[in-house]
């Protein structure tokens, strides 16, 4: 059997959210769950969030490629309200 070697690169996760509102969505996931973010579109549209090797994709709807969910896509809403307990790694 031959041994798979993952490289940093292989070991990422990226989940993409569809949120309404980016910027509430970054103040959420920095001050309550430690993200930190890598990059913020300008037009407030997109963003990527970091924790370890979780990354977050964070779109507005109907704006890129992936702002619009398809059926095989998984669509969770948080809301900043929400109290939930979160654990990687």
Do not use: C, W
Request: charged share 20%; net charge negative; hydrophobic share 35%.
């Amino acid at each position: 059997m031959k041994e798979v070697i993952k490289t940093p690169e292989q070991n990422k996760v990226y989940i993409r959210y569809i949120v309404n509102d980016v910027e509430e969505s970054i103040d959420f996931y920095t001050q309550f769950l430690g993200f930190t973010v890598k990059m913020h579109s300008l037009d407030n549209s997109f963003a990527m969030l970091e924790s370890g090797s979780l990354y977050l994709l964070l779109n507005i709807p109907g704006q890129g490629g992936a702002g619009q969910a398809k059926h095989s896509q998984m669509v969770q809403y948080l809301h900043p309200e929400d109290r939930i307990e979160f654990r990687y790694g």
